[in-house]
């Protein structure tokens, strides 16, 4: 481990990360404003509320896995006033209520459980990951209610949410990423400290607080 990396497949990760980069490249574009740059800021909104909304319930059962039982009772509160008061999410009646955005996953639970973090990856289109985030990834795709509880194809209004709230973060930190992905010497080792500072800042894992990393605090990961 190097400066608190541990990335023993970093040839594969390198060769995923420039078949991303390439993806990232054709999303970017010439610069000029994209599809959805051009959306009103409601309706972009209205895609991040609907899709934080719909993420809630499995966000409450982490919680209550993590024994966090404060933030899961609020996280409850929370989907029952934007899924009913919000118009099924798509407003954000919580926020201003002191029920803020607070999500959950069970890479997190296995944090709490004690599931070391395992080696850095990064994964086709999905960008920066760790073994045991990606383990909590594919828990969370499974084990998602809305899967099990809605016909098709509404089912998958959630994935078609969650995808357009990426796509939207990712054109607020445009220039951010273009620096990272498109503008530095070694675009694969930055985004890999930053992702990893920002998860780990996410986790409250201080373990490797001040080693000369960038301060996560400015940054998001979620357009990676």
């Not at 209520?97 to 973090?117: A, I, K, Q």
């Amino acid at each position: 481990m190097q400066n608190g990396v541990f990335d023993p497949q970093e040839p594969a990760n390198r060769r995923v990360h420039a078949f991303n980069k390439k993806v990232y490249s054709r999303l970017s574009g010439d610069g000029e404003p994209g599809f959805i740059e051009k959306l009103p800021e409601p309706v972009k909104n209205g895609v991040v509320n609907f899709s934080d909304t719909v993420a809630l319930p499995q966000t409450v059962v982490n919680q209550l896995l993590q024994g966090r039982l404060l933030r899961a009772s609020r996280n409850t509160l929370r989907f029952s006033i934007n899924a009913t008061l919000g118009l099924a999410g798509l407003i954000d009646i919580a926020g201003p209520m002191g029920l803020p955005d607070d999500r959950s996953n069970f890479g997190e639970t296995l944090y709490v459980w004690g599931l070391p973090e395992g080696g850095y990856m990064e994964l086709p289109v999905l960008g920066p990951s760790t073994e045991r985030e990606t383990v909590g990834m594919f828990v969370d795709f499974f084990t998602d209610p809305f899967a099990y509880v809605l016909p098709s194809p509404q089912r998958y209004v959630r994935y078609g949410a969650r995808v357009g709230e990426l796509m939207i973060k990712r054109s607020e930190y445009g220039d951010a990423l273009d620096a990272v992905m498109l503008g530095s010497a070694d675009s694969y080792a930055q985004a890999r400290v930053i992702w990893l500072e920002k998860r780990r800042h996410e986790l409250g894992d201080d373990s490797i607080a001040g080693s000369g990393f960038i301060d996560p605090e400015g940054l998001d990961t979620e357009g990676f």
